[in-house]
């Protein structure tokens, strides 16, 4: 159930006006005495203020940067339900707990599923996803959104949430956070090699259809633009609007913080890995520089993470000095600003084979920590591009093993350029994760219609006349 109202309550709240899909702006009202209206018709040329709108928000993963927007537009006074699978327990999970000083609009709920999740299973992963999209699809029911952002969504739920919110007239917006068909090329040659160009196939043309037919797409970098638009998905309605990271919720901590002092981090140099760590994560990397400390005994590493990868780094690490090499489990939510500020480095990894289809949204979290970074990814993947940008730390091809542990040496040596490097970090993300902007770019394409400058049609109780009027107001 929901975090604190039950949703069914939700559909008797009142909706001032209903946008519809011919651009005709209709009022409309809830109760009773409000029935039987007439149909005088005005003609507005004007920028119209338009009602608050209840808006449905599904993060597949529960990232702490989808929960700060569904915050902030619930502050501004929209009334949010924001949801995330419960049960997917290989990513770390943001501030999922409604809290008393949250907006009165605010609904956050995790979904569960009658059958065992296990992400990596060819067998059953299938199933499961359409059961979660079954399950979201009856939040769009109960709440009767006007709008549906759905991102980090597997295609065969995305494609049972898009017919949901289009049979109950809601907008659909699909938040592209990772292109999922080249996702699930690059899984499938490492696990089926045989059905790998098949999968690709069959999700490249789901993907491609669902994204068509959205009433808008926001790609989280200017690649994944340009690969939808090698599909033919261009036009006014495909929108670039990176990710972010919280600002207030990870701020930079000092190494003697409880947490690094209950793990014995406090007086070490330290790297630090956390997240969720897949194989195209490159754990390999992790394992030789762990193996690197133990032989010059000059700093540990810290792996804060869940997911194939760790499993794997677990599994290979038995011989290293655990009092080198430290796995930890994901921490609560509450403790990860104390977590990153335990590490003089912050690591990010990611496959040259899988820097086309994701942007590793943890670089974005060490930006707001303020400490320097180790980015092993393609040059031209996003989180690389933004770690240089920021002038935030070292950026090395993760095909190169050797250079990574050159990165790692240049850091050890020379502290002030940790400093420097954390400084910049967090420099760069004060300028440019600023949710109050943020939101205004997401309200410009959840709700397209909030500023019009053009000559739209209102039926209005009483009056039967034609008549220019200007107004003023945002949402």
Known sequence: MCAFVDLANLISYERQFHVIDNGVRKRHHNSESQKGWGTTVYSVSAVVDVTTMRILINDFCGHAFPLEMSRELARRGHTVLHVYFADNLSTPKGHT???????????IEGLHIARAFAKHSLLTRRQADIEYGRVTASRVEMFRPDVVLSGNMPLDAQSILQRAAHRYNARFVFWLQDVYCLAARFVLQRKARVLAWAGEAYFKRLERKLLKESDAVICISDGFADTIRAWGIDGPNVHVIG???????????????PWAVEHGLADDFCFVYSGTLGMKHRPELLLGLAKHLEASRSGKLVVVAGGAGADWLAANSKNVDPSVLKLLPFQPYERVAEVMGSADVLITLLDSDAGSFAVPSKTLSYLCAGRALIVAA?????????AQRAEAGIVISPDCPDRFLEAAERFLKNRKLCADCGTNARKFAERTFAIDRIADRFLSVLAPDSVLNETFELELEGIEAETSVETTGAI
Do not use: F, H, Y
Request: overall charge negative; hydrophobic content about 30%.
């Open 97 to 107: 707990q409604v809290s008393q000083n949250d907006p009165e609009g605010l609904m």
């Open 378 to 386: 393609p040059e031209t993947n996003e989180a690389a591009r933004i």
């Open 243 to 257: 990710n972010w990271a919280p600002l207030d919720e990870v701020r930079p901590r000092t190494k003697q913080n």
